[in-house]
């Protein structure tokens, strides 16, 4: 994993993917190394820009924080952030939006983003990846139900123009969505380990006990759950993986047979 600087593409590197970090308390965790992949990050909340030049990029993924979605006042980069998702999905980047990611995401493309109207979703919860998305190039590796982890408080009502359902859960209906063939939002956290998820879970110990849960019991229930979040998670990393590998070819490609062409044209 590396902080900022792009370049052009080349086939004989790992592709590069341009991370977008919001804030400590919500890293890569799981993610933070990725085999097959560099992982960029940058800091918007310690002052780093978020441009909409993705040159370089092979890819990007926006990950969760605790401010919503709409809040620029709170993260004055989120309108940045919501146009270079925008720009991704128009130019067919791979994108990868998680929990505040996939908010933004929606909020950028058309949908629409709003406090949870069933209170917070916090816990392991069971995914259920729908029929006709179990082909689908990033859940298809997931199996037809997975638990995740959650600890969102906003939630999309209304999926932008064009998205495709691919997973609900019993509370929130819209769990994860894809725009176009590369774009995927998704509500749940497939990248938490145990540490980051404990203290997400220590931060709401008061709307669990509103459920006569604790954070205690939640934890032991993502301990005992451990070796199917693991799988989960490396589905969801390996698939998009995959997915950023084949738009990393083509775009190296096309730039090689282009600067070959320049050095032909430019022959006496």
Do not use: N
């Amino acid at each position: 994993m590396t902080h900022g600087t792009r370049h052009r593409p080349e086939l004989d590197e790992a592709p590069r993917v341009l991370v977008v970090q919001h804030e400590d308390r919500v890293p890569l965790a799981r993610w933070t190394d990725a085999p097959g992949l560099e992982l960029v990050v940058i800091r918007p909340d310690r002052g780093d820009p978020v441009s909409g030049d993705r040159t370089g990029y092979a890819g990007l993924i926006v990950l969760g924080g605790t401010m919503a979605a709409w809040e620029d006042d709170v993260a004055p980069w989120l309108s940045a952030t919501r146009d270079l998702l925008a720009g991704a999905v128009d130019d067919a980047t791979p994108v990868l939006g998680i929990c505040l990611g996939a908010q933004l995401l929606a909020m950028a493309t058309g949908g629409t983003v709003v406090k949870g109207p069933h209170g917070p979703e916090l816990g392991v919860v069971p995914i259920t990846v729908l029929p006709h998305a179990r082909d689908d190039r990033l859940l298809r590796r997931a199996g037809t139900t997975f638990p995740a982890p959650q600890g969102h408080h906003d939630a999309i009502t209304d999926l932008p123009p064009g998205a495709v359902l691919l997973a609900t859960s019993d509370a929130y209906p819209h769990q994860a969505f894809r725009l176009g063939q590369c774009a995927w939002g998704v509500q749940y956290h497939p990248e938490a380990d145990h540490d980051t998820f404990a203290d997400w879970m220590r931060g709401d110990a008061e709307a669990l006990a509103t459920t006569g849960r604790t954070p205690d019991s939640v934890m032991a229930e993502f301990d005992a759950l451990e070796t199917d979040l693991a799988a989960a998670s490396a589905a969801h990393l390996e698939a998009f993986v995959d997915v950023v590998a084949t738009t990393h070819e083509r775009v190296a490609t096309a730039h090689e047979r282009a600067e070959q062409s320049t050095q032909t044209v430019g022959r006496p």
